[in-house]
C-alpha cells in the first residue's frame, strides 16, 4: 500500500474540541498533511493563509456558502430557480477563497428541491449553474466537484446518486467538474459501494469517508474498509481522501483506525 493512499482532515468535523485556529496546527501535529474546511466565510482569508503556513497543511476542499440551519437555503442553492444570481454571488465568494487558499476544489452544494418546483426545473436549474460555475472556476485553474447525499441526512436533497449527479455533470458539459464520491452517502442510499465506484471512476475527484449508519470513524459501523481502500488502489485513485465524520470520542482517540490504511501521513 505504500505511497498509494492520502488523507486529508476535515477540519469542520474533526478537532472540533478546539478553536478554528488551533485546528490546522493540531491536524498537523496528528500527521495529516492536507485539510478541508467547508465554510470558511465567517473568517478572512488571512487567517487561513496563516493557518495553513504556519501548519504546513495544503488546503484541498471548501464547500459553496449555504444559507442558514432550518431553511430551504441551508444545504445550497444551486436547484433554486428563484435564486440563480444569489448562487452566482456566493459562488464568486467561494473562487475567491480558493484562489486565496490556492485550493483547487469546491464542492458545489446542490441544495434541497423547493416544494413548488419540480424536479426538471430543479435540475435544469442545477445543470445550469454547474455549467456556468464550472466556466467560472476554470479560468483559475479550480475544479468543482457534485456530491449526491441520502435523504436520510437531508430530507428533499436534489441530488441522492452517483447516478443522477453525473448526469447532471455530463449535461453541464464542464471538463473541470467531477463526482465528490462520500462513501458514506453511498452505502446510506445505494449500497454496493465498490460497484459504484468502479461505474463512476472516471469521474470521482475528490473522496470522502465516514462508516455507516453512525456517521463516526470507519471501524464503528458495517463497511469494510480494507476492501474498499484496496478496491480504490486498484482502479489508481490518486486524489485525496477526506475525513469527514463525527468523532465517537475525540479525535485523536478516534484517529487509530487510519494507521493501518494511511500510507503517506501518519
Not at 463525527?246 to 484517529?255: I, K, N
Request: proline share 4%; net charge negative; hydrophobic share 40%.
Amino acid at each position: 500500500m505504500a505511497g498509494k493512499l492520502q488523507f486529508s482532515a476535515n477540519l469542520k468535523w474533526l478537532f472540533t474540541e478546539l478553536p478554528l485556529e488551533e485546528r490546522y496546527d493540531a491536524a498537523a501535529a496528528a500527521g495529516f498533511k492536507a485539510a478541508e474546511f467547508a465554510w470558511p466565510y465567517d473568517y478572512p482569508i488571512e487567517l487561513f493563509c496563516k493557518l495553513l503556513k504556519d501548519s504546513g497543511l495544503r488546503q484541498v476542499l471548501i464547500n459553496t456558502p449555504v444559507g442558514k440551519s432550518g431553511t430551504d437555503k441551508a444545504s445550497g442553492q444551486a436547484c433554486h430557480p428563484d435564486s440563480i444570481s444569489a448562487f452566482r454571488e456566493d459562488f464568486f465568494a467561494a473562487l475567491e477563497y480558493a484562489n486565496g487558499l490556492d485550493c483547487e476544489l469546491i464542492h458545489l452544494q446542490a441544495g434541497i428541491r423547493q416544494k413548488d418546483v419540480s424536479e426538471a426545473a430543479a435540475l435544469e436549474t442545477l445543470i445550469n449553474n454547474v455549467s456556468w460555475a464550472g466556466v467560472q472556476a476554470k479560468k483559475s485553474g479550480v475544479s468543482i466537484v457534485l456530491e449526491a447525499v441520502n435523504l436520510n441526512d437531508i430530507p428533499g436533497f436534489v441530488v441522492t446518486t452517483q447516478a443522477q449527479a453525473q448526469h447532471v455533470i455530463t449535461q453541464a458539459g464542464c471538463s473541470n467538474a467531477g463526482l465528490l464520491f462520500d462513501i458514506y452517502h453511498v452505502q446510506r442510499s445505494e449500497g454496493d459501494v465498490t460497484s459504484r465506484m468502479k461505474e463512476f471512476f472516471p469521474s470521482i475527484h475528490h473522496v470522502q469517508v465516514a462508516d455507516s449508519p453512525g456517521r463516526n470513524e470507519p471501524g464503528t459501523g458495517e463497511l469494510n474498509w480494507s476492501f474498499l481502500f484496496e478496491r480504490l488502489m486498484q482502479l489508481g485513485y490518486k486524489g485525496w481522501i477526506g475525513c469527514e465524520y463525527r468523532p465517537a470520542t475525540s479525535t485523536v482517540e478516534g484517529l487509530h483506525w487510519l494507521k493501518p490504511h494511511n500510507t503517506t501521513n501518519l
